[in-house]
């Protein structure tokens, strides 16, 4: 299994990023998937995830009406449409398989993640 992040980088308050998650050696239509983050100095933080065929999403509540989450199962990615960027949306953001087909909030349900990718949020 393997769950590769990209598109983070620096943005200025206000503005938006769309991270992406490409995962392969799995079969990605059976299973939920979700974004978590993890801020300099504070725990991980689930932020938000989607069942397998994309009937369900669930946000933590700083994030909703901001953040959208998608997935393309013919291209085997999930994405984070992140608006209205703000300074504490700062972290480094995973990508994380679940190992069931119905999103939950649950880390433990979550058995591959990805290394990462870095979202800065600056004037």
């Known amino acids: 299994v393997q769950l590769v992040e990209s598109g983070g980088g620096l943005a200025q308050p206000g503005g938006s990023l769309r991270l992406s998650c490409a995962a392969s050696?799995?079969?990605?239509?059976?299973?939920?998937m979700s974004w978590a983050r993890q801020a300099p100095g504070k725990g991980l933080e689930w932020v938000s995830g989607?069942?397998?065929?994309?009937?369900?999403?669930v946000y933590t509540n700083s994030v909703k009406g901001r953040f959208t989450i998608s997935r393309d199962n013919a291209k085997n990615t999930v994405y984070l449409q992140m608006n209205s960027l703000k300074p504490e949306d700062t972290a480094l953001y995973y990508c994380?398989?679940?190992?069931?087909?119905?999103?939950?909030?649950?880390?433990?349900?979550?058995?591959?993640w990805g290394q990462g990718t870095q979202v800065t949020i600056s004037s």
């Open positions: 994380a398989k679940s190992g069931i087909r119905i999103v939950t909030m649950r880390f433990n349900d979550y058995d591959y």
């Open positions: 050696g799995f079969t990605f239509s059976n299973y939920a």
């Open positions: 989607i069942n397998a065929d994309g009937s369900g999403t």
